[in-house]
């Protein structure tokens, strides 16, 4: 039960990893408010993760949005205030890859609209929770970044160009709520096989490349990173066992995160787990 007692936001919670979070969070005892855009589905895993909810005095609700709008953070917000005495965990989950082909092709539009949910909707989430988590002198704020933020990723560009500024405006953000004790870090995931991975194999090769279009029939043939990885990692980036660690991209598949709540002085003294500028000096040294 490492979440029982704290209340959590959690973005994109109506399918895929938003789901798989959700769920996690609920079996370790914590309360949570699903925000999604499908009302539908939303009501329906509303209704499946009250039936798995171990602990009697858990909230478990669900409220419509796309964060995308301006007024979605403060009316998030104040309902998730309506059922919790505080707000302890924002897990900005939603996200979209956008349009997928070459620069000068894609739909700008459509463009701007994955950057406005990816990027922006995850700051209008942050900005309407921050004055909260600050006045309780207390938070953990978890962004979900992907492959985009770490290597190049030609003709889903808005994906990548997003991805990779959630995590540098998570290192901003963990430094401007240092002394407010509010731990802002990101996760990578890994590879899913979710929606995300439908929208790839429909777009085809000739809109995502050959590469990256046999790499996700690969994917999907292989199954895929585990989605019980990136949830078991937001649970322990919500939990108190994380306390202290912050401005870190992680990955759920890749890094060995379990072992850093015992690290957290040596961890916090290097640049690890971070986005940096590789200079001529460290290939020099390697």
């Not at 988590?133 to 985009?148: C, D, E, H, T, V």
């Amino acid at each position: 039960m490492e979440l029982k007692g704290r209340a959590a936001i959690i973005t994109g919670a109506n399918q895929g990893l938003g789901k798989a979070i959700a769920t996690h969070y609920v079996q370790a005892g914590a309360s949570v408010l699903l925000v999604a855009r499908g009302a539908a589905m939303l009501t329906q895993v509303e209704a499946e993760l009250r039936a798995l909810a171990p602990l009697s005095e858990q909230v478990i609700a669900s409220y419509s949005a796309d964060i995308s709008h301006p007024e979605s953070g403060p009316s998030i917000l104040a309902e998730a205030q309506k059922h919790f005495p505080a707000v302890t965990i924002l897990v900005n989950n939603a996200g979209v890859y956008g349009p997928m082909g070459l620069i000068e092709e894609v739909d700008w539009a459509e463009w701007v609209q994955a950057v406005q949910i990816n990027l922006f909707g995850t700051v209008q989430m942050c900005r309407a929770v921050i004055p909260t988590m600050r006045k309780q002198q207390y938070g953990k704020i978890i962004n979900l970044s992907g492959g985009g933020a770490t290597a190049p990723l030609p003709r889903i560009t808005a994906y990548a160009a997003s991805k990779v500024a959630i995590v540098r405006l998570t290192e901003t953000f963990a430094e401007e709520l240092r002394e407010a004790h509010v731990d802002v870090n990101a996760i990578a995931p890994g590879a899913l096989n979710t929606r995300m991975l439908d929208q790839v194999l429909s777009a085809g090769p000739e809109k995502v490349g050959k590469s990256f279009y046999e790499r996700a029939r690969k994917q999907e043939a292989q199954g895929g990173a585990s989605l019980d990885q990136g949830a078991s990692l937001a649970v322990f980036l919500g939990s108190a066992a994380s306390d202290g660690i912050s401005g870190r991209l992680l990955s759920a598949q890749w890094d060995d995160w379990a072992k850093l709540a015992g690290e957290k002085e040596h961890l916090a003294r290097t640049d690890i787990f971070t986005l940096r500028r590789i200079v001529p000096e460290d290939r020099r040294a390697a």
